[in-house]
């Protein structure tokens, strides 16, 4: 099967804009690169900010890709009377190459005060305190370059005590799922509805050396709460309007009392509706994150 690379080179300002965009087209989510880093500079936590980023997606080449491809540059035609957008690159990927696509564009990152996300086929030194989490993501979203994914893994840093239990719904590569599990929770349960997902997670856990801690399975969360499972702290980084219609499928069931829950996935003006979702939904929202114009919304069930 092929696969239509779109990719467009933005600054910094567009670059939330484009990256919610490309969402709604590309297959499990976009890739984010800054552009024009020194190879000497990745894992050293003092790169310049960005000033260009090239956003990536993928899309099926098949009997949808042009209507697809014309919904896109409509959009940003529509965008482009805002601020100046650039004209996509669309490049034809075979499905074999798509992984070696990512690598091509992914590189070690520094998030939060000590997670250090390096690929496999990357070797960077790590610092002496740094927890490291090795991926391949292959074709499961969850790189730890977008914005979604650095503000789950900061909330993580903060919130992960030693026992708890630990949900990642829609755990894509497993990022989130490792980085708990090395942050020292007892048990994770990653949960996502694409096999490719989940067998990438479990290689991604095998890699990291903590399979003892982590349970990798397919599934939904309609089938987590008919199971009753209850956890201490549930981490959601998927889309707003997601996370809005799993709130009406009793997705705070899944917190026990006294508990705690993160949603990312969220633009700013979208932040407001999930608040009252997750309120209806048995949570309290009571703080938020905030990276560019994505939002973490942290919320507690009461006990």
């Given amino acids: ?17 484009v990256a919610e965009l490309l969402q709604r087209y590309g297959h499990q989510g976009v890739a984010i690169e800054q ?33 697809a491809k014309l919904r896109l540059e409509a959009a940003l035609g529509h965008m482009n009377m805002m601020y100046p957008m650039p004209r996509p690159v669309y490049t034809i990927v075979q499905e074999e190459d798509w992984a070696e696509a990512w690598k091509a564009h992914y590189h070690p990152i520094r998030v939060g005060r000590r997670l250090f996300i390096r690929p496999l086929w990357v070797e960077a030194e790590a610092k002496p305190d740094d927890i490291t989490i090795m991926l391949d993501p292959g074709m499961a979203f969850g790189t730890g370059t977008h914005p ?40 994770v349960l990653a949960l996502d509805t694409d096999p490719i997902a989940v067998k990438a997670a479990g290689e991604n856990v095998a ?4 399979a003892e801690h982590i349970t990798i399975q397919e599934g939904s969360l309609e089938s987590l ?15 707003a309007k997601v996370i809005i219609a799993m ?13 705690m829950a993160l949603f990312s996935g969220i633009i700013e003006d979208q932040a407001d509706d999930v608040e009252a979702a997750l309120r209806r939904t048995g949570l309290q929202p009571f703080a938020r994150r905030q990276q560019g114009d994505w939002v973490l919304l942290e919320a507690r069930r009461p006990h």
């Avoid at 003092?46 to 260009?52: D, T, V």
């Avoid at 890699?207 to 903590?210: G, I, K, L, M, S």
């Avoid at 709130?247 to 508990?259: A, E, F, M, S, T």
């Fill in 247 to 259: 709130c009406d499928q009793h997705l705070g069931d899944v917190v026990r009392p006294g508990g």
């Fill in 35 to 67: 552009e024009d880093i020194p190879p000497d500079t990745w894992d050293d936590g003092e790169a310049l900010p960005p000033q260009r980023l090239t956003i990536r997606a993928y899309i099926p080449a098949d009997s949808r890709a042009e209507d």
């Fill in 148 to 187: 979604t994914t650095q503000l789950c893994l900061e909330a993580l840093e903060d919130h992960v005590q030693p026992g708890l239990r630990v949900l990642d719904l829609g755990s894509g590569s497993g990022i989130l799922a490792i980085a708990a599990a090395k942050l020292g929770a007892a048990s």
């Fill in 1 to 17: 099967m092929e696969w239509i690379e779109v990719a467009l080179s933005v600054d910094g300002e567009a670059a939330e804009a």
């Fill in 207 to 210: 890699q990291n050396a903590v």
């Fill in 225 to 239: 709460v008919a199971s009753a499972r209850r956890f201490d702290l549930a981490v959601v980084n998927i889309l």
